[in-house]
């Protein structure tokens, strides 16, 4: 295992979302490790109006100004999200959206673990595996991963961590942020996707109709 550690998080929030791009988050839960591999990040700065941190320090918002990798979650759409500190007091990265991963320490039976998790809403039927982490709630439910059990925590290799298993990302689409009005900076080009995998994130920034490289998104290299 290659754990990230607080060096990882203690750079440049858009550095950090681009490089957590095809890593997995591995959670234990009753017994197994579930994981899924990154493919859709989202930076935040203090000093942009986006960001939570930009209203103020509270107890709530507490875990953005602590150290470089403390956990940060908040309850949104319905659900739990998740963040991780960055360096900068008050910058973090929100960690949007996810594929299953599979290997000998998170075999593919995992997945009907995580389907029980996070069935379809309202009709109980199992999501699509490929479906399962594609957003920031849905990625939450699938791993099991909750505000009152993570905010304000530190990673732990024994129960929930992120672990760089080099897989190599090609190419990544870098677009502005989704959810962010008008006026809270939402041109900000801040959110990151695995190109790869752009049809399983929030939402794939390709796929509108009038999009346009260079105006609506760019493709950058992976690392």
Request: hydrophobic share 35%.
């Amino acid at each position: 295992m290659s754990l990230l550690d607080a060096g990882f998080f203690d750079r440049d929030a858009c550095a950090v979302a681009r490089d957590l791009l095809g890593k997995v988050l591995r959670r234990r839960w009753q017994g197994v490790w579930l994981a899924c591999r990154i493919i859709e990040t989202e930076a935040y700065y203090r000093r942009e109006k986006g960001s939570h941190s930009s209203l103020g320090y509270t107890e709530k918002r507490k875990a953005m100004f602590m150290p470089p990798g403390t956990i940060y979650m908040y309850y949104a759409r319905g659900g739990d999200s998740l963040n991780v500190s960055v360096r900068g007091a008050g910058n973090a990265v929100l960690i949007k959206a996810g594929v299953p991963w599979f290997d000998a320490r998170s075999p593919r039976e995992t997945a009907r673990l995580m389907q029980r998790l996070n069935p379809v809403r309202g009709s109980g039927r199992k999501r699509p595996v490929e479906k399962l982490c594609s957003g920031q709630t849905l990625l939450c439910r699938s791993l099991a991963l909750k505000v009152r059990d993570w905010d304000q925590r530190p990673f732990d290799p024994e129960r929930f961590f992120i672990e760089d298993v080099g897989h190599r990302v090609h190419e990544i689409i870098q677009a502005p942020r989704l959810g962010i009005p008008p006026e809270r900076d939402a041109h900000l080009p801040y959110r990151f996707v695995d190109a790869d995998e752009a049809r399983y994130a929030t939402r794939n920034p390709l796929t509108r109709r009038d999009a346009r490289e260079g105006r609506d998104y760019r493709i950058i290299r992976g690392r």
